[in-house]
């Protein structure tokens, strides 16, 4: 007997992703104050605003603040991807920084991307774009769902 075709998961948009961030993540996540731009199945946009809480003495952006940035927007688009938020885990996340991030940029531009779903593994990538559109970060990324 043939298998009956998965029904298409239906899209998810912006908004229902920006309920997603306040609802299911953890308070000093939400604190970060990203805000969903974009998204379509298995990619999201993200602005992530710079602000003083997130600037080290150097006078630039954490790293930690751009990691948890990234990992952050991964989930978004694994959601975006699935039709909808489903438990799952940080198995793997590198980074390369690439150039700084001034307290001055105003906010930092995340595009995550779904490269590979699986049945219980997805692999993506993170760009993380300044203002004038260089990159800041570049983050490789596998999850599991659970």
């Not at 998965?6 to 912006?14: C, E, H």
């Not at 001034?102 to 300044?130: H, Q, S, Y």
Request: charged share 15%; net charge neutral.
């Amino acid at each position: 007997m043939p298998h009956a075709p998965k029904s298409p998961t239906l899209p998810v948009d912006a908004a229902q992703l920006q309920d997603l961030l306040a609802t299911t993540f953890a308070p000093w996540v939400q604190e970060l104050d990203l805000v969903v731009r974009a998204v379509q199945p298995g990619e999201v946009i993200v602005a992530l605003p710079v602000g003083a809480r997130h600037v080290h003495a150097g006078g630039v952006m954490c790293g930690q603040t751009l990691m948890a940035a990234a990992d952050t927007a991964m989930v978004l688009a694994i959601s975006a991807q699935l039709g909808g938020f489903r438990p799952m885990t940080t198995v793997q996340l590198q980074t390369s920084f690439l150039r700084p991030v001034p307290k001055d940029a105003g906010e930092v531009t995340l595009v995550a991307r779904v490269l590979k779903p699986g049945r219980n593994l997805f692999f993506g990538e993170i760009e993380c774009l300044l203002p004038d559109g260089k990159l800041a970060a570049h983050a490789t990324t596998t999850y599991a769902l659970l």
